[in-house]
Nanobody
Framework: VQLQASGGGLVQAGGSLRLSCTASGRRFSRYAMAWFRQAPGMEHDLVTSINWNGDTTYYVDSVKGRFTISRDNAKMMLYLQMDSLRPEDTAVYYC???????????????RGQGTQVTVSS
């Protein structure tokens, strides 16, 4: 499956952005999906993940209550609604797919191109 993230941009602290991940290729609904982010000089960090049908989600503590992951299997789309953004959320955001919900970037079989999110203070 091929993945492409979009929707990033520049936003002030406290603002919102909605990221999208467009999937193509193999059946999207077979895969767990995840959003990772990479700040300059850092590794890819898991932000949130969702299972194949959306009834199980995981959020890293720093985004709980602010970010919401969702998916539309019919449209082969993954979303990340980001509210109450903080400067420390600044990073390149990537989407990834795997048959199972995984914890690290390298464990995901399919990894897409990222989109830059910049939060100004």
């Amino acid at each position: 499956v091929q993945l492409q993230a979009s929707g990033g941009g520049l936003v002030q602290a406290g603002g919102s952005l909605r990221l999208s991940c467009t999937a193509s290729g193999r059946r999207f609904s077979r895969y767990a999906m995840a959003w990772f982010r990479q700040a300059p000089g850092m590794e890819h960090d898991l932000v949130t993940s969702i299972n194949w049908n959306g009834d199980t989600t995981y959020y890293v503590d720093s985004v709980k209550g602010r970010f919401t992951i969702s998916r539309d299997n019919a449209k082969m789309m993954l979303y990340l609604q980001m509210d109450s953004l903080r400067p420390e959320d600044t990073a390149v955001y990537y989407c990834a797919a795997d048959p199972q919900m995984r914890e690290t970037w390298r464990e995901y079989d399919f990894r897409g191109q990222g989109t830059q999110v910049t939060v100004s203070s």
